[in-house]
Protein backbone atom coordinates (compact mmCIF):
# COMPACT_ATOMS: atom_id res chain seq x y z
CA UNK A 1 0.00 0.00 0.00
CA UNK A 2 1.45 3.39 -0.91
CA UNK A 3 0.80 6.46 0.69
CA UNK A 4 -0.99 9.71 -1.61
CA UNK A 5 -0.27 12.84 -2.18
CA UNK A 6 -1.77 14.95 0.82
CA UNK A 7 -5.68 15.03 0.50
CA UNK A 8 -4.96 18.34 2.77
CA UNK A 9 -2.60 21.22 3.45
CA UNK A 10 -1.37 21.92 6.89
CA UNK A 11 -0.67 25.46 6.79
CA UNK A 12 3.05 26.25 8.38
CA UNK A 13 1.45 29.02 10.45
CA UNK A 14 -0.96 26.39 12.12
CA UNK A 15 0.59 25.32 15.82
CA UNK A 16 -1.59 21.75 16.13
CA UNK A 17 -0.41 19.01 14.27
CA UNK A 18 -3.67 17.10 12.81
CA UNK A 19 -4.70 13.74 14.35
CA UNK A 20 -5.13 10.52 12.45
CA UNK A 21 -7.58 7.96 13.25
CA UNK A 22 -8.08 5.03 12.08
CA UNK A 23 -11.39 2.56 12.56
CA UNK A 24 -13.25 0.19 10.28
CA UNK A 25 -16.27 0.23 12.32
CA UNK A 26 -16.28 3.61 13.59
CA UNK A 27 -17.85 4.23 16.55
CA UNK A 28 -14.60 5.10 18.70
CA UNK A 29 -13.16 6.85 16.21
CA UNK A 30 -16.44 9.58 15.89
CA UNK A 31 -16.59 9.22 19.80
CA UNK A 32 -12.82 10.01 19.98
CA UNK A 33 -12.84 12.60 17.84
CA UNK A 34 -15.74 14.40 19.09
CA UNK A 35 -13.55 15.22 22.44
CA UNK A 36 -10.98 16.03 20.06
CA UNK A 37 -12.37 18.36 17.28
CA UNK A 38 -12.25 21.61 19.42
CA UNK A 39 -8.96 21.65 19.59
CA UNK A 40 -7.46 19.54 16.81
CA UNK A 41 -8.14 18.20 13.01
CA UNK A 42 -9.03 14.69 13.23
CA UNK A 43 -8.88 12.44 9.64
CA UNK A 44 -11.21 9.55 10.39
CA UNK A 45 -10.58 6.48 8.10
CA UNK A 46 -13.56 4.46 8.65
CA UNK A 47 -16.39 2.36 6.99
CA UNK A 48 -19.24 5.21 8.38
CA UNK A 49 -19.42 8.80 8.31
CA UNK A 50 -21.15 11.60 10.35
CA UNK A 51 -21.33 15.18 9.52
CA UNK A 52 -18.44 16.82 11.80
CA UNK A 53 -16.95 19.95 10.03
CA UNK A 54 -13.85 19.63 11.92
CA UNK A 55 -12.95 16.38 10.39
CA UNK A 56 -12.13 15.07 7.07
CA UNK A 57 -13.73 11.36 6.53
CA UNK A 58 -11.28 8.91 4.02
CA UNK A 59 -13.89 5.96 3.02
CA UNK A 60 -13.12 2.25 4.53
CA UNK A 61 -15.39 -0.15 3.59
CA UNK A 62 -14.38 -3.41 1.04
CA UNK A 63 -10.88 -1.92 0.46
CA UNK A 64 -7.41 -0.68 2.16
CA UNK A 65 -7.93 2.37 2.72
CA UNK A 66 -5.07 4.93 1.41
CA UNK A 67 -3.56 7.09 4.55
CA UNK A 68 -2.78 10.68 3.66
CA UNK A 69 0.59 11.68 3.23
CA UNK A 70 0.34 14.56 5.90
CA UNK A 71 1.77 15.32 9.78
CA UNK A 72 0.06 13.86 12.27
CA UNK A 73 0.77 14.35 16.53
CA UNK A 74 -0.86 11.06 17.15
CA UNK A 75 -1.81 8.00 15.20
CA UNK A 76 -5.27 5.76 16.76
CA UNK A 77 -5.34 2.76 15.04
CA UNK A 78 -8.96 0.66 16.52
CA UNK A 79 -8.29 -3.18 15.55
CA UNK A 80 -11.71 -4.78 15.15
CA UNK A 81 -10.20 -8.59 14.34
CA UNK A 82 -10.52 -8.71 10.54
CA UNK A 83 -6.93 -9.52 7.97
CA UNK A 84 -7.37 -6.32 6.10
CA UNK A 85 -6.46 -4.45 9.54
CA UNK A 86 -3.48 -6.33 10.18
CA UNK A 87 -2.12 -5.38 6.23
CA UNK A 88 -2.57 -2.12 6.85
CA UNK A 89 -1.01 -1.73 10.57
CA UNK A 90 2.60 -2.14 9.50
CA UNK A 91 1.98 0.75 7.45
CA UNK A 92 0.49 2.89 9.99
CA UNK A 93 3.32 1.92 12.50
CA UNK A 94 5.83 2.85 10.23
CA UNK A 95 3.86 6.74 9.47
CA UNK A 96 4.09 6.91 13.12
CA UNK A 97 8.01 6.07 13.50
CA UNK A 98 8.71 8.35 10.42
CA UNK A 99 7.15 11.12 11.85
CA UNK A 100 8.02 10.78 15.70
CA UNK A 101 4.33 10.62 16.48
CA UNK A 102 2.36 8.69 19.36
CA UNK A 103 0.96 5.59 18.19
CA UNK A 104 -2.46 4.25 20.16
CA UNK A 105 -3.20 0.74 19.16
CA UNK A 106 -7.07 0.14 20.85
CA UNK A 107 -8.82 -3.32 20.68
CA UNK A 108 -10.48 -5.39 22.89
CA UNK A 109 -9.00 -8.00 25.33
CA UNK A 110 -10.26 -10.90 23.54
CA UNK A 111 -9.62 -9.92 20.26
CA UNK A 112 -6.09 -8.22 19.81
CA UNK A 113 -3.54 -11.57 18.85
CA UNK A 114 -0.36 -11.40 21.98
CA UNK A 115 2.32 -11.64 19.00
CA UNK A 116 0.47 -8.60 16.97
CA UNK A 117 0.88 -6.72 20.95
CA UNK A 118 4.18 -7.87 21.76
CA UNK A 119 5.30 -7.16 17.98
CA UNK A 120 3.91 -2.90 18.08
CA UNK A 121 5.97 -2.67 21.43
CA UNK A 122 9.13 -4.09 20.62
CA UNK A 123 9.01 -2.19 16.89
CA UNK A 124 8.35 1.63 17.76
CA UNK A 125 9.16 3.73 21.56
CA UNK A 126 6.39 5.17 20.95
CA UNK A 127 3.68 3.01 20.72
CA UNK A 128 1.23 2.38 23.33
CA UNK A 129 -1.14 -0.57 23.55
CA UNK A 130 -4.73 -0.15 25.04
CA UNK A 131 -6.99 -2.93 25.67
CA UNK A 132 -10.20 -2.63 26.62
CA UNK A 133 -12.85 -4.79 28.30
CA UNK A 134 -16.47 -5.68 26.83
CA UNK A 135 -17.66 -1.88 25.59
CA UNK A 136 -21.05 -1.05 25.75
CA UNK A 137 -22.91 2.31 24.96
CA UNK A 138 -26.82 2.97 24.79
CA UNK A 139 -28.34 1.85 21.44
CA UNK A 140 -24.74 1.69 19.81
CA UNK A 141 -23.57 -2.21 19.10
CA UNK A 142 -20.44 -3.76 20.19
CA UNK A 143 -20.00 -7.38 19.42
CA UNK A 144 -19.65 -8.64 22.76
CA UNK A 145 -21.74 -10.31 25.26
CA UNK A 146 -22.26 -7.42 27.51
CA UNK A 147 -23.60 -5.53 25.18
CA UNK A 148 -25.81 -8.76 23.97
CA UNK A 149 -27.44 -8.60 27.19
CA UNK A 150 -27.93 -5.14 27.34
CA UNK A 151 -29.64 -5.32 23.87
CA UNK A 152 -31.97 -8.66 24.86
CA UNK A 153 -33.03 -7.00 28.31
CA UNK A 154 -34.28 -3.59 26.40
CA UNK A 155 -36.21 -5.65 23.20
CA UNK A 156 -36.65 -9.13 24.35
CA UNK A 157 -37.42 -9.10 27.92
CA UNK A 158 -35.03 -12.17 29.05
CA UNK A 159 -31.32 -12.47 29.12
CA UNK A 160 -30.08 -15.69 27.85
CA UNK A 161 -26.89 -16.68 29.35
CA UNK A 162 -23.83 -18.88 28.32
CA UNK A 163 -23.65 -22.30 29.83
CA UNK A 164 -24.07 -21.83 33.79
CA UNK A 165 -24.02 -17.50 33.43
CA UNK A 166 -20.03 -18.06 35.31
CA UNK A 167 -17.88 -16.56 32.35
CA UNK A 168 -16.54 -13.71 33.24
CA UNK A 169 -17.10 -10.33 31.52
CA UNK A 170 -15.87 -6.50 31.89
CA UNK A 171 -18.34 -4.26 31.51
CA UNK A 172 -17.35 -0.63 31.00
CA UNK A 173 -18.88 2.19 29.55
CA UNK A 174 -17.57 3.95 26.00
CA UNK A 175 -17.25 7.23 27.76
CA UNK A 176 -15.51 5.75 30.19
CA UNK A 177 -12.93 4.37 27.53
CA UNK A 178 -12.95 7.48 25.55
CA UNK A 179 -11.85 10.09 28.10
CA UNK A 180 -9.39 7.99 29.07
CA UNK A 181 -7.83 7.58 25.80
CA UNK A 182 -7.78 11.07 25.65
CA UNK A 183 -5.67 11.25 29.24
CA UNK A 184 -3.67 8.69 28.39
CA UNK A 185 -2.69 9.85 24.28
CA UNK A 186 -2.33 13.55 25.97
CA UNK A 187 -0.37 13.26 29.10
CA UNK A 188 2.80 14.77 29.57
CA UNK A 189 4.22 12.37 32.32
CA UNK A 190 5.26 8.71 31.40
CA UNK A 191 3.00 6.02 30.87
CA UNK A 192 2.98 2.48 30.47
CA UNK A 193 3.43 0.48 27.28
CA UNK A 194 0.60 -1.95 27.61
CA UNK A 195 -2.61 -1.03 29.00
CA UNK A 196 -5.97 -2.15 30.04
CA UNK A 197 -9.30 -0.14 30.34
CA UNK A 198 -11.50 -2.84 32.55
CA UNK A 199 -14.04 -1.92 35.56
CA UNK A 200 -12.88 -1.93 38.72
CA UNK A 201 -14.64 -5.22 39.58
CA UNK A 202 -14.84 -8.60 38.00
CA UNK A 203 -18.58 -9.87 37.32
CA UNK A 204 -19.93 -12.81 35.64
CA UNK A 205 -22.19 -12.82 33.12
CA UNK A 206 -25.16 -13.85 36.13
CA UNK A 207 -24.22 -11.01 37.99
CA UNK A 208 -24.60 -8.36 35.53
CA UNK A 209 -27.78 -10.17 34.71
CA UNK A 210 -28.57 -10.18 38.30
CA UNK A 211 -27.75 -6.17 38.30
CA UNK A 212 -29.96 -5.56 35.29
CA UNK A 213 -32.83 -7.17 36.98
CA UNK A 214 -32.87 -5.06 39.66
CA UNK A 215 -33.68 -2.23 37.35
CA UNK A 216 -36.40 -4.23 36.18
CA UNK A 217 -37.61 -7.34 37.95
CA UNK A 218 -39.65 -7.89 34.79
CA UNK A 219 -36.75 -8.92 33.03
CA UNK A 220 -36.36 -12.56 32.89
CA UNK A 221 -32.81 -14.95 33.18
CA UNK A 222 -32.55 -17.81 30.86
CA UNK A 223 -29.47 -20.00 30.37
CA UNK A 224 -28.10 -21.58 26.63
CA UNK A 225 -26.99 -25.15 26.99
Known amino acids: M ?3 NPQFVVSEDNVVT ?27 VSGIQTNNPNSIHIPYRHHIPSIPDNAFSHIFFVYHGSKDEIVILPHLLQKAKDL ?11 TAPSHVVHNIIKAYDQAYILLCGDVFAGQLVFANQVM ?15 NDGLSVVYPIHL ?48 FRK
Open 148 to 162: KLLLESQTKGKMTLT
Open 2 to 4: CME
Open 100 to 110: RARFFFISSIR
Open 175 to 222: DDVIAEIVRLSFSQGTIHRLLYLFPNAEYTELSLAHMIQKRNPLIKVD
Open 18 to 44: PILIVDKHGIIAYSLSAQLTTAFLTII
